[in-house]
């Protein structure tokens, strides 16, 4: 072990262990049903408590890195390389202590979000009448650059970031990107408006059933999609939530051939977890994941926002074939979200309605 936690780094020290000991995990130097060090042996050569290592410890078993043994310790769990680990393992694990209702939100400050329209107003001026670029307003997309940055993990560029009046739009356009040729795959069961997209728009689809931690692999192996559709964080209705071994099954299988994910990251900021789960597009090997996220429940509904992060090589595509679209997100509204990230408020939010959650739960 040489894992080197830095004092004076921002980083909270349990998540500086958490990073390290997970990388180790998924580079094999800790493989599956191996033991990891006892809490007390790393926190001595690490110099921390025992406390920070059992933090650290538990994120890994939230994230489905590790497991917990009773009086034996912890082990891995996770199979870098095993797309058949969990392929009889059919029934659904559902997250029971957490509602699966989509259509409300977490309660965003009234008096915060009306406050920073004011300020918008008087800070931009006739400005908001101005019509947003094709692809949204350059400040809410450099915010939004930032934001996934610090809080996901998720590095892009403003170009590869394109806004849009929510998330069916932006299926859509994901549609006549990839084109209307290509199979689509989406989880049995699924969000239905997902499926009623795909309907709409006249493509081949199938539906791949949902096992415990993901689509079961003997399905996902045997599709013939070129595009899979996944909500990997708590997915809706059935409660699933991806594991670490079946997120990095789905990147292998799109590492197969030109095939492509879209990855709907729609809640998952609202995770009880001390920190939100390991996005697809953050482990990205092979530049082949649409990232998707919306502000409907972490605002509000009425908003109508959302936003979609495109593969680098896709860009280009993108530009040539839909580029003359209009934004369909008022500037106006895209400066007042923007300001909300930028301030802090949007996160403090997060922050508020997640600890709430985890108190709830205690």
């Not at 059919?90 to 699966?100: A, D, N, P, Q, W």
């Not at 400005?127 to 809410?140: D, K, Q």
């Not at 809706?236 to 709907?264: C, H, N, Q």
């Not at 998952?268 to 390991?278: G, I, L, Q």
Request: with cysteine.
């Amino acid at each position: 072990m040489n894992y080197k936690i830095d004092k004076s780094n921002t980083t909270a020290v349990y998540l500086q262990l958490y990073k390290q000991i997970r990388d180790d995990i998924v580079s094999g130097v800790y493989v599956y049903n191996s033991r990891l060090p006892s809490k007390r042996t790393l926190a001595e050569e690490c110099g921390v408590s025992m406390i920070t290592v059992e933090h650290a410890y538990l994120l890994l078993c939230d994230e489905g890195y590790v497991e917990s043994r009773e009086r034996s310790g912890y082990f891995v769990s996770f199979r870098k390389n095993d797309g058949f680990q969990t392929s009889e393992r059919v029934g659904f694990k559902r997250i029971e202590s957490m509602s699966t209702d989509i259509s409300g939100t977490q309660e965003f400050p009234f008096s915060v979000l009306t406050k920073t329209m004011r300020r918008v107003m008087t800070d931009y001026g006739e400005n908001i009448l101005e019509r947003s670029p094709n692809a949204g307003c350059v400040e809410f997309r450099d915010a939004i650059c930032r934001y996934l940055a610090r809080s996901r993990g998720i590095h892009v560029e403003l170009e590869q970031i394109i806004i849009g009046s929510g998330s069916e739009y932006l299926y859509s356009l994901i549609i006549e990107l990839l084109g209307r040729k290509k199979r689509y795959a989406i989880e049995s069961p699924s969000y239905h408006k997902i499926e009623q997209v795909y309907q709409a728009a006249d493509v081949e689809y199938e539906m791949l059933p949902l096992g415990r931690d993901g689509i079961v692999s003997n399905a996902l192996w045997g599709s013939e999609a070129d595009v899979l559709h996944i909500t990997p964080y708590r997915s809706f209705p059935s409660g699933v939530i991806a594991s670490a071994t079946k997120r990095y099954e789905y990147l292998r299988w799109a590492g197969m051939g030109r095939r492509y994910i879209i990855e709907d990251d729609f809640e998952s900021e609202f995770s009880v977890s001390t920190k939100p789960e390991d996005t697809l597009v953050s482990c990205d090997l092979h530049d082949n994941v649409i990232y998707m996220n919306t502000f409907s429940r972490t605002i509000s509904p009425s908003l109508r926002v959302g936003y979609m992060v495109l593969p680098k090589t896709l860009v280009p595509q993108f530009e040539e074939k839909l580029g003359f679209y209009s934004c369909t997100v008022p500037t106006y509204i895209q400066y007042v979200l923007a300001a909300l990230i930028e301030n802090g408020d949007f996160e403090r939010h997060i922050n508020r309605v997640r600890r709430k959650k985890r108190k709830e739960l205690s």
